[in-house]
């Protein structure tokens, strides 16, 4: 889940060759029900079910919700919004029992909770009762595409589909081929996505792809300003906003997100990347964590949604200024990293994170508009004071330090 954004193109009907398209769409919770949304108002026939005993029936009442809102808006007319409910086959029976009515996609994505084992079953399953040439996708969004791929008859169509919540909103998909997925099938995947009227990026089949490896030091560097005492979660938020021009703060997005999600994608980043200290999760979330406190929906996480007062920040520009001078270059390195080691091109990478969210900048742009050794001397200052590799420079900083060069070319 990530940070809400603009109200996007996806409720137009798109008319184009491509919404002939049956889609299944497997997993009704809040990622599946906004991707079954833009495919119906692509234009296409939409299957979606869900194991979950009353999932569906929610899905179905929330996009009804979106739609009346649309409308409400003007941004869409009741016709239309007619025309998109009636493309959507809510399939109440639990999908566990047949997974055949699924049989008829040419598309299906996978977008159910973030356990491999259960993922792995369900496309070994679907791969059973789908034609060789329909193309299996998962919504994950830091799992091993080729992990879940080895699980299918004909994995070469697995690929990896990645929105952003809310779908119907961001802009956003990262497409993930792994090592086997044909090539012919990243192009046709790529096609259709582009006519849903979203931007995609191609992204390495690595821990967190793009936008969740290029964001964790948004959060984990905020948290360690927060447990050295450096700063409240208040006055971290305002600084990131008001000095920044980040949309939201690093802890009103892990509320938004979910303490449980954002600790998750954390943990998993770090356990996949052989313990990475760039990824290392924070003991404070974790205790959040445990205590239940999730966030915004569970009415308690790093602030309180019981009614009471927000906390007032320290608005000290100083003080926020030292705040953005320990985020942000970490921000930067992560970009220079994922380059480095063709997670995706430079152009992608600050796409992804401008478009998926909703950064002011991106960030290879924004390093070199500060100066080819801004992030590089910040990075040596903080290595040298702590003593840790959370903080070693990008190779590739240093070498664009080092020759004075643009890291966006």
């Known amino acids: 889940m990530t940070e809400p954004g603009r109200d996007s193109g996806a409720s137009t009907m798109v008319n184009s060759p491509a919404n002939t398209t049956k889609v299944g769409i497997v997993g009704a919770g809040a ?78 994505i996978e977008a159910i909770h973030e356990d491999l084992a259960a993922k792995q079953a369900l496309f070994a399953t679907l791969a059973s009762v789908l034609p060789a040439t329909a193309v299996l996708a998962s919504n994950t969004s830091s799992l091993s595409i080729a992990s879940i791929a080895r699980a299918c008859v004909h994995p070469e169509r697995v690929i990896g589909i990645h929105f952003f919540n809310p779908a119907p909103v961001l802009p956003l998909v990262e497409i993930v081929p792994w090592l086997g997925t044909s090539p012919a099938v990243v192009d046709r995947t790529r096609t259709l996505v582009d006519s849903w009227r979203k931007t995609t990026v191609i992204a390495a089949d690595t821990p967190g792809f793009i936008v969740n490896r290029v964001a964790r030091p948004y959060y984990g560097e905020a948290l360690r300003i927060h447990d050295e005492g450096i700063a409240d979660c208040a006055t971290i938020d305002w600084a990131m906003k008001e000095l920044g021009g980040f949309k939201m703060g690093p802890f009103e997005l892990m509320d938004f997100i979910g303490n449980d999600i954002n600790f998750a994608v954390t943990r998993t980043m770090y356990e996949s990347s052989f313990w990475e200290p760039r990824y290392k999760p924070s003991l404070t979330q974790k205790q959040l964590v445990d205590a239940g406190f999730f966030g915004r929906k569970s009415g308690r996480g790093y602030y309180r949604y019981d009614g009471s007062a927000m906390p007032a920040p320290t608005t000290d520009a100083a003080l926020g200024g030292r705040i953005l001078e320990r985020v942000l270059p970490l921000l930067i390195n992560e970009a220079a990293e994922a380059v480095l080691y063709r997670v995706a091109s430079p152009a992608d990478v600050d796409l992804a994170m401008m478009k998926g969210v909703n950064y002011p900048k991106g960030l290879l742009a924004w ?10 001397d910040r990075l040596l200052a903080l290595q040298a004071e702590y003593g840790e590799d959370r903080y070693r420079p990008s190779a590739l900083l240093r070498r664009a330090a080092a020759a004075n060069a643009r890291l966006l070319v």
């Open 31 to 108: 990622m599946g029900t906004g991707i079954a949304q833009v495919a119906a108002a692509a234009g296409h026939s939409v299957l979606l079910g869900d194991a979950t005993a009353g999932a569906v029936s929610r899905a179905q009442a929330n996009i009804r919700s979106s739609l009346d809102k649309l409308v409400e808006k003007g941004k869409l007319d009741a016709q239309r919004r007619g025309m998109i409910l009636s493309r959507i086959d809510f399939l109440e029976e639990p999908l566990g029992v047949d997974v055949s009515l699924y049989r008829d996609c040419s598309l299906v």
């Open 367 to 376: 390093s070199d508009e500060l100066g080819s050794s801004w992030a590089f």
